[in-house]
């Protein structure tokens, strides 16, 4: 079932100039990227966008880390796009993550992970709201 997912190349992989070979990769997973936009964060974006963590202590790092550096928002499309894109993601530790995935290819470390995909189709939709309007995306 064709499905779209949202996707954030983080501010770790925009400073090294690594958003063509993370695009690469989720092409050739077979996922199709239909709206991308390069953006500088606000604060305000950041914190509404990490809101579910705002308990948790590295909340603060976290909303500092994505308005350090531009970020690549986009959303992406295909069958299964949701598990897909968590599966060419990896592991949230580059250390567990399996070879060829994006994290193992590019993280720094469990902060510095590249990427942030959603976690689920709801949050999928809640997420791409957040950042594009229905026209701006072209299937």
Do not use: C, W
Request: aromatic share 6%; proline share 3%; hydrophobic share 40%.
């Amino acid at each position: 079932m064709t499905e779209r997912t949202f996707s954030i190349i983080k501010p770790d992989a925009t400073k090294r100039n690594l958003t063509g070979k993370i695009n690469a990769v989720i092409e050739d997973a077979g996922l199709r990227i239909v709206a991308q936009r390069r953006i500088k964060m606000t604060q305000d974006q950041a914190k509404k966008f990490y809101e579910v963590h705002a308990e948790r202590p590295f909340y603060g790092e976290l909303v500092e880390t994505m308005i350090s550096a531009p970020v690549v928002v986009q959303v992406l499309e295909g069958d299964n796009a949701m598990a897909r894109y968590r599966e060419v993601m990896g592991a949230t530790n580059p250390e567990q993550a399996a070879e060829g995935t994006i994290r193992k290819l590019f993280a720094l470390n469990v902060g510095e992970n590249s990427v942030h995909g959603s976690d689920s189709v709801e949050n999928a939709a809640i997420e791409i709201a957040q950042f594009f309007k229905d026209e701006d995306i072209v299937g």
